[in-house]
C-alpha cells in the first residue's frame, strides 16, 4: 500500500490547507501562510503496516498545535482529505501535542510529488497510512467518520506498537 491513485500534481500557488470545523468553520492557509509559520525540524521512525519501518527519518513541518490555536471546537475526531480524493480518520488528540506535522521537507529536499509534494501530513505515532500525502485539509467532528483504507477493512486507529493493523485487532 503506497499509493491507492495517480499522484496529483498540487502547485504551491494552488496548494490550500482547509481545517472545518463541526459547526463548519473553514479556517484556510495558503502555501505562503504555511511558509510564514514556525517550522521545526523532525526526526521519527515510521511504521508502514506491511511491516517495513524506516528509521530516524528527518522532516521539516509545522506542528498541527499551531493550526488549531485559533480554532474553537469540542470534536473528538478528525478526518484527513487529500488532492486526489484519499481521506483518513483519526482522534483530534493525536494531532496535537506535537506528534503530527503539516511537513514539505523530507531529508533536506523539497517532499517529491510521489511522496506528498508539496505538502504531507505526518503522524508518526501512527501506522504511516495515517500521513495523508498532498494533504488539503481536516474535517472536525463529533463522530468517527472512516478513511479510505479504515473504511475497507484497515483498523480506525492503527497503533504499530500494538500492531492493529486491521479491525478487530
Ligand atoms: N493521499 C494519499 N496519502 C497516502 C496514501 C495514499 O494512497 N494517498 N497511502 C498511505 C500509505 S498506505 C502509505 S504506506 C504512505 C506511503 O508514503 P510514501 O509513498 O511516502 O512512502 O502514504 C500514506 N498516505
Ligand atoms: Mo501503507
Known amino acids: 500500500m503506497l499509493s491507492a491513485g495517480p499522484t496529483p500534481r498540487v502547485s504551491t500557488s494552488e496548494w490550500e490547507f482547509t481545517i472545518t470545523t463541526e459547526a463548519g468553520q473553514a479556517h484556510r492557509w495558503s ?28 522532516w521539516r513541518g509545522v506542528p498541527l498545535d499551531t493550526f488549531f490555536e485559533d480554532i ?30 503539516i511537513t514539505w521537507e523530507f531529508d533536506g529536499e523539497p517532499l517529491a510529488p510521489e511522496h506528498g509534494g508539496p505538502a504531507r501530513l505526518l503522524v508518526p505515532h501512527l501506522y504511516f497510512w495515517k500521513s495523508a500525502k498532498w494533504v488539503r485539509g481536516i474535517r472536525l467532528s463529533f463522530e468517527e467518520d472512516l478513511g479510505f483504507w479504515e473504511t ?18
Request: net charge negative; hydrophobic share 30%; aromatic share 14%.
Open 31 to 58: 502555501w505562503s501562510d504555511l511558509m510564514n509559520l514556525t517550522n521545526e525540524e523532525i526526526t521519527t521512525d515510521i511504521h508502514c503496516v506491511t511491516k517495513w519501518s524506516k528509521l530516524g527519518t528527518t
Open 152 to 169: 475497507v477493512g484497515y483498523h480506525e486507529y492503527g497503533d504499530p506498537w500494538r500492531e492493529q493493523r486491521y479491525q478487530g485487532d
Open 72 to 101: 474553537d471546537t469540542a470534536a473528538d475526531y478528525a478526518l484527513a482529505y487529500s488532492y486526489g480524493g484519499y481521506t483518513t480518520n483519526l482522534p483530534l488528540d493525536d494531532l496535537l501535542e506535537h506528534r503530527a506535522w
